[in-house]
């Protein structure tokens, strides 16, 4: 059949010779090279375009047929074919005098566009003088902007692709121009929101996403570069427009302000219309929405990590004026230079970052900017001086440009097939819209809450950058930034029959897989860490709680202390027990009852009375739940992985980061707003919901890695490498429990921070934790696990005494939490594939199990000896002795894990003798 259709048409040359077909068999080469000339398109869930074919065999290919480079097969579009099958797809110029002149009417589209809408931040601070508004309120004309920019995407990108371009566009410079030259006539807020608001966001959206695609098209090579070129026209509109609206309102007012603008938009829409020119032929066809791009998984976590970083983004462009006004007493004019100084220092970041993404991938580019921005937004906690605020907006400025010029370029190398360049490009803008339109009032309404206190927005902010890293670490240091990850796939219905087997093939095979069902149980892990170790380590709310309001009358602040550590402490004493319940009864017996005893705590605590009960509850019981859940579920990850093992690793143990950070801030606004004892129960349901969840979805491989399970695996003790892991782990864990729980309590009692502040501070030490140890686990497996782990242990001892013995402010100590954060629990992360890397895959639970028992004794006893050493006498310096204590215990650790990193480059650890392992 393949042959009599190639016999059968007239304009077609023969068959290519094997080479041409790159090592592929010939019968599936004859079915790609048909299914694309019926214009069998790609784009078909899970598809990918097949790049590694030899530049010979595509040009043979483009002479041979008028379809479009040959994708993957997938069965036929009876809407599309008929089209497709007659439509032309010339490879984009990568140059030329009409593809530059796109890129200078792109520039000077968005300098229409986003440039004025990024300027907003000048008018909201004249608008909240002249109107008399809440900043909230007033901020939703620019959000309002910026979500009809994003959200008209969708429809404006599928009219482009339908050939509709200089309509759209056309319409769009009617609404502009009607927008800005009614604005000056605007007497009331409702005005406002229709003129700059409404008609000017329309018209945005019917420009922004429409100019975009089209240049996109023009490109492949230096898409990303151009794209940035263009995106710098934000910058330079973010510097006319604040300029003009600085100069000009105090001196002609809003409406010949406006006017004056108006002109000038004028001016650039007469140029656009007529310098834009399409290339590609109409797709008339076709639905208006692309729903299969969100079966596509990088383009789905791409379009989830946006909304999550455009939701803080223009925060700090719509309230750094305000802040320097209301806070640091800066006047108008120099509130607006403030917002002058973030967008100018922007300029080269608008262009480098792309040019960069053209050789390393867009993805791995922005990622860096996204942690900036958020590592910025909680620097801007501790300003108090106007020239740390202008130093603030300057990186601030550097960051924020550098997303929003790689998020086009970035969102454009998802896309292969560039006749559906639009409308993909429009349904991402759509998807952040909802973000920039609840982002700005949501930052105000925090702030009208907190009394004018930016506090609150501030940590938002922060946070809705810094989550989305590891959302994006298994995409970061992949080599091609647009390619889709390996950590999630969503396979096609042509994918299923070759999944099935591959998953049989890897089943079959004892190394672990590296993949496939191994990241459902990483996330599983992850939610576990999280209702379990998070919750734990949001203790220190309640300790300080305890400590402050004398909660139990008969108690002192060692019994507080000690309850804290049984958390820990009964939690690891019971892993020889659990260990050998997993291997009789079977993991899900184990913990499902963990799930019960762990919600049962904190509910039975929240009736206690007394103090010994308290130590039965919250100590012993949250204990033992936190150690029948943990110990069984963390044997699990190391079979699933191995290249990738200390990266699963970190990102399953920064769950209890993040819930960790949740869970201190939720625990100290309902011990202020409900009661202690309403925390401690809705806490347990939480808990047991999430665990429940977790255990359900684990799954592990001990029917084929057949590992022994033993409770007390005395042999292990027998090694010297062993020994060295198991002393790490004992003295490392002295210094972190002291860290962990005694941060909040000399926050209030050397510092003299509220208990507010202090909850804060053990948030934001969770959050550090949540972000660190996925870069940690990507750093151990790209430069090694104990090299990496030993380093991190010395450098939490340095960073103690560096920084927290001296930190005297809540600048100070908020810093410290976050970066010590990211490194006082590498032994969380690390202990798993350390003890795999030491001791052989099989041996992981049975030397699991020695690690837990190992860290029962300073788990539970650090925070009493912290406590112990504690001097009140000695008032500025009461916590110097549990502070050396802790630098002292991290710095020794370390000394263990390079002593086993010499072993290990000698070759002498017990992985890599696997004979002498064999006969221990």
Not at 825 to 853: D, H, I, K, N, Y
Not at 872 to 889: C, D, S, T
């Amino acid at each position: 059949m393949a042959k009599h259709a190639l016999g059968g048409n007239s304009g077609i040359e023969k068959e290519p010779a094997k080479s041409e077909l790159d090592s592929r068999d010939d019968e599936e080469a004859i079915e790609r090279r048909d299914a694309s000339r019926d214009g069998h398109r790609d784009g078909g869930p899970g598809g990918r375009r097949q790049n590694d074919e030899k530049p010979e065999a595509r040009a043979h290919s483009h002479i041979r047929s008028t379809s479009p480079r040959p994708l993957r097969h997938r069965p036929p579009s009876t809407t599309s074919s008929a089209t497709n099958a007659t439509t032309p797809t010339e490879p984009p110029p990568d140059g030329g005098r009409t593809a530059w002149t796109q890129v200078a009417m792109l520039h000077l589209t968005i300098f229409s566009t986003f440039g004025f809408t990024t300027s907003f931040g000048s008018f909201q601070t004249y608008y909240e003088t002249e109107l008399d508004l809440p900043s909230s309120t007033i901020s939703w004309l620019g959000s309002l902007q910026i979500f009809l920019l994003f959200f008209i995407g969708t429809f404006s990108g599928r009219a482009v692709d339908a050939g509709m371009f200089r309509q759209v566009y056309v319409t769009g410079s009617v609404l502009q121009i009607l927008g800005i030259f009614t604005a000056f006539a605007s007497t009331k807020y409702w005005h406002l929101l229709l003129t700059q608001g409404l008609c000017m966001g329309l018209a945005n959206g019917l420009h922004f996403c429409p100019a975009m695609s089209l240049t996109s098209t023009y490109f492949a090579r230096r898409r990303a570069l151009v794209l940035g070129i263009g995106a710098l026209g934000s910058c330079t509109g973010g510097v006319v427009f604040p300029i003009l609206a600085q100069q000009l309102l105090p001196r002609l007012g809003l409406p010949w302000t406006m006017r004056i603008i108006g002109f000038i938009m004028l001016a650039t829409n007469a140029i656009t219309i007529a310098g834009y020119r399409t290339r590609l032929p109409p797709r008339r066809s076709g639905p208006v929405l692309e729903w299969t791009a969100f079966r596509e998984p990088t383009y789905v976590l791409f379009c989830l990590a946006a909304f999550m970083f455009f939701w803080g983004l223009y925060f700090a462009f719509f309230y750094v004026g305000s802040y320097g006004r209301d806070r640091l007493g800066l006047s108008y004019q120099d509130s607006v230079n403030l917002l002058l100084a973030m967008v100018c220092t922007g300029f080269i970041w608008r262009v480098l970052p792309n040019w960069l993404a053209d050789r390393v991938g867009p993805l791995n580019m922005i990622v860096p900017f996204t942690f900036v921005c958020g590592v910025m937004m909680f620097a801007w906690i501790g300003i108090e001086r106007p020239g740390t605020l202008y130093a603030f907006a300057v990186v601030y400025g550097c960051g924020s440009a550098g997303i929003q010029s790689m998020f086009p370029a970035t969102l454009a190398s998802l896309t292969t097939d560039l006749t559906k360049a639009g409308v993909r490009m429009g349904m991402g803008f759509t998807i952040v819209s909802f973000a920039c339109l609840t982002g700005p009032p949501l930052a105000g309404a925090l702030i009208s809450r907190h009394d004018g206190d930016y506090l609150y927005a501030q940590i938002w902010g922060g946070t809705s950058f810094l989550l989305i890293n590891d959302e994006w670490m298994p995409s970061m240091f992949r080599k091609n930034g647009g390619a889709a990850p390996d950590t999630v796939a969503f396979p096609s219905d042509n994918d299923t029959q070759v999944s099935s087997a591959s998953s049989v093939t890897a089943i079959a095979d004892d190394a672990p897989p590296d993949g496939g069902y191994g990241w459902v149980c990483c996330g599983a892990i992850g939610m576990l860490n999280g209702f379990t170790w998070g919750i734990a380590a949001s203790y220190g709310v309640y300790l300080s709680n305890y400590l402050a309001t004398d909660y139990f009358p008969e108690a002192t602040p060692l019994d507080y202390a000690l309850i804290g550590g049984l958390e820990f402490g009964a939690a690891l004493f019971i892993s020889p027990l659990c260990t050998i319940l997993t291997r009789e009864v079977g993991r899900n017996a184990v913990m499902f009852a963990g799930c019960f005893m762990f919600s049962g705590g904190f509910i039975a605590a929240s009736f206690a009375t007394r103090i010994w009960q308290l130590y039965l509850s919250q100590g012993v019981l949250i204990g033992l739940g936190i150690g029948a859940i943990f110990i069984p579920s963390i044997q699990v990850l190391p079979q699933w992985f191995l290249k990738r093992r200390s990266l699963a690793g970190g990102l399953a143990s920064s769950g209890s980061g993040f819930a960790g950070l949740a869970f201190s801030l939720g625990t100290s606004a309902m011990i202020q707003e409900i009661s202690l004892a309403w925390s401690l129960r809705i806490t347990g349901m939480i808990g047991f919901v999430g665990n429940v969840v977790g255990t359900v979805l684990l799954k592990d491989r001990n029917h084929i890695v057949k590992p022994p399970q033993l409770g007390f695996a005395t042999h292990l003790l027998r090694r010297y490498d062993c020994v060295l892991l198991l002393s790490w782990a004992f003295v490392n864990l002295l210094g972190y429990m002291v860290i962990l729980y005694s941060l909040s309590s000399y926050a209030v009692q050397v510092v003299g921070l509220t208990q507010a502040q202090a909850g804060i501070i053990t948030a934001v030490l969770n959050l550090g934790t949540g972000i660190g140890r996925p870069l940690i686990g990507l750093a151990s497996d790209r430069f090694g696990r104990i090299e990496v782990a030993a380093t991190l242990t010395l450098t939490c001892g340095l960073l103690l005494i560096a920084i927290w013995i001296p930190a005297d402010s809540y600048g100070v100590l908020l810093f410290y939490a976050i970066l010590s954060g990211a490194m006082l629990g590498v032994f969380w992360m690390t202990v798993a594939p350390l003890c795999a890397e030491v001791a052989g895959l099989r041996e992981v639970p049975s030397f699991l199990s020695l690690q837990w028992l190992t860290g029962v004794l300073p788990t539970t006893f650090a925070e009493v000896i912290a406590l112990y050493l504690r001097k009140p006498e000695k008032g500025r310096w009461a916590y110097i002795y549990p502070q050396v204590f802790a630098a002292l215990a991290y710095i020794v650790a370390s000394m263990f894990l390079f002593e086993l990193l010499r072993l290990k480059r000698r070759g002498r650890l017990m992985s890599q003798m696997p004979d002498m392992a064999q006969n221990r």
